[in-house]
């Protein structure tokens, strides 16, 4: 993904309103460094996934850029139909010449277009973090996984061991960002428009009540680190509650039961 210039403006129309989310990955350049650990751990939890379930028909890869690692998965889950979905125009373009089936589409705030029951696996890598309306997003995700189907995600995680060191010396965080033209308080350039980012308790906690119950986690290395630090990083994935990102494998249960004002019971988050 390439930085954003300072020089760049960030607001529309007359000058006043503020870019939406949408207006601001349209117009990124979608190009996803490649970080090649946290694509492998992913793709062995996708194989788990297809182990567990006896096989699968149809996955889903939602945020999928440029195409990169739906046709990777396709590799993994063939015969079945691997769909990409992904909300800017240009990654979509580029991910035609790997012979995908592409949508664009957008789950921030919006509805998908397809039916309940749709897929067996939705992937959901490198994108919870950018969105405004994550609640939305995964009620969606829960609404077209068959009964019992699997979400994956993956996401850079806020307690990271390196991001606690950091704050300890009163650095901000890797991952995370406070403007969308640049990078201000930690070390780095690029602008990812990063906007919720989780501890792993937070996303387990999050999931659980919209309905989505992590079964597997693992830890995976960042691939930007100073040479020094990767020895460490790659270590540190053994525990993934302090590694440079998670990846977890979530199965989709019943929503829980939640009390209504009047006394009665209401199902969902």
């Known amino acids: 993904m390439r930085a954003v210039r300072s020089s760049e403006p960030l607001s529309a129309g007359n000058g006043h309103d503020p870019v939406s989310q949408y207006e601001f990955y349209a117009t990124l350049d979608l190009d996803k460094p490649s970080c090649p650990d946290r694509t492998t751990v992913l793709l062995e939890l996708l194989r788990d996934a297809v182990s567990m379930r006896g096989g699968v028909s149809r996955v889903l890869d939602l945020g999928c850029g440029e195409g ?3 046709a990777l998965a396709r590799e993994v889950v063939a015969p079945a139909t ?8 240009g990654a979509l373009r580029r991910a ?12 921030d705030g919006r509805d998908l277009p397809f039916p309940d029951g749709s897929f067996d696996v939705v992937i ?11 609640d939305h997003a995964i009620s969606e995700i829960r609404r077209i996984l068959v009964d ?3 979400l994956l995600i993956s996401t850079p995680n806020l307690a990271a061991w390196f991001n606690r060191l ?3 010396i009163g650095v901000q965080p890797l991952f995370s960002e406070v403007s969308r033209v640049r990078i201000f308080g930690r070390p780095g350039q690029q602008v990812a428009g ?44 053994r525990w993934p509650s302090a590694a440079a990102v998670l990846v977890v494998s979530a199965r989709k249960t019943p929503l829980a039961p939640r009390p209504k004002a009047d006394g009665g019971t209401l199902l969902g988050p």
Do not use: N
Request: no cysteine.
């Open 96 to 107: 035609k010449g790997r012979r995908l089936s592409l949508v664009q589409a957008g789950v």
């Open 166 to 168: 950091l704050l300890l």
């Open 194 to 237: 990063h906007l919720r980012i989780f501890t792993y308790r937070a996303l387990r906690e999050f999931l659980e009540a919209q309905g989505v119950a992590i079964h597997a986690v693992r830890g995976a290395a960042y691939h930007q680190l100073p040479r020094p630090a990767r020895v460490i990083d790659r270590f540190m994935r």
């Open 68 to 70: 990169f690692q739906a």
């Open 82 to 89: 691997v769909l990409g979905v992904d909300w800017s125009a």
């Open 148 to 150: 019992d189907g699997i």
């Open 124 to 134: 959901f890598s490198e994108v919870i973090e950018h969105l405004v309306d994550t």
